[in-house]
């Protein structure tokens, strides 16, 4: 059964205290992994795809890394700004989307 | 271009009532689907269609029902409402494997 487990389930980080969020998985042939952000009362907004194993993506503060069992998302000098849930989806050979139940960022400033 | 739009936003329903959410996009995307959103539980799919004409369940899809007359449009209709449905549910459309666009929401109590 596919399955995606993000760890931790909270952090509390300083402003430009850098960190990084944990998203492992089992899945029937990983079409793709998918990285988005949460804001509170908000629909899940995209991030990052990644397709392969050694691929790396980055937007600003942000870069998302994969390999054959997890994905990191790891968060460079963030910014209050940046505090959201942050979500991990696995899309399987059926094309299905399995989620994670998400990590909870808040940058304190 | 407005992107996937939910209405309601917010909905309080009695134990036994029907009501259907509705779900439009305009992005001409082929795949549409419906989740729910839970504390603790992450997003689960309740229904989706690969396109008009063409749905099928899900993860949780009891108490639910869908249809796709248009690509646009792909409501959710509940058809006894329980406490147990009481959730955040979000409407997504996707153009093949790519990722998801999401709604807003729709925040439904049941009591």
């Known amino acids: 059964e596919d399955q995606v487990t993000q760890s931790p389930e909270a952090l509390r980080l300083q402003e430009g205290e850098s960190s990084s969020l944990n998203c492992s998985y089992t899945?029937?042939?990983?079409?793709?992994l998918f990285w988005y952000r949460q804001d509170p009362g908000k629909g899940p907004e995209f991030l990052f795809t990644?397709?392969?194993a050694g691929e790396e993506k980055e937007k600003e503060r942000l870069k998302a890394t994969l390999t054959k069992k997890e994905s990191f998302l790891h968060i460079t000098a963030p910014k209050p700004e940046d505090s959201a849930t942050y979500l991990c989806?696995?899309?399987?050979?059926?094309?299905?989307?399995?989620f994670g139940t998400g990590t909870s960022l808040t940058v304190i400033p | 271009n407005a992107g996937v739009t939910q209405t309601p936003k917010f909905q309080v329903l009695k134990t036994g009532q029907s009501m259907t959410l509705q779900c439009a996009q305009d992005?001409?995307?082929?795949?549409m689907s419906w989740y729910r959103q839970d504390p603790g539980m992450g997003l689960r799919l309740i229904h989706y269609?690969?396109?008009?004409?063409?749905?099928d369940q899900g993860e949780v899809p009891n108490g639910y029902n869908v249809s796709r007359s248009t690509t646009e449009d792909f409501p959710l209709r509940l058809l006894s409402a329980a406490p147990s449905q009481t959730s955040v549910y979000f409407c997504?459309?996707?153009?093949?494997?790519?990722?998801?666009?999401f709604g807003q929401g729709t925040r439904l109590t049941v009591v």
């Open positions: 997504a459309s996707r153009q093949g494997p790519t990722e998801a666009f």
């Open positions: 899945v029937s042939g990983l079409r793709g």
């Open positions: 990644l397709y392969s």
């Open positions: 989806a696995v899309q399987d050979s059926g094309n299905q989307f399995y």
């Open positions: 992005m001409n995307h082929e795949y």
């Open positions: 269609s690969v396109g008009a004409g063409i749905t």
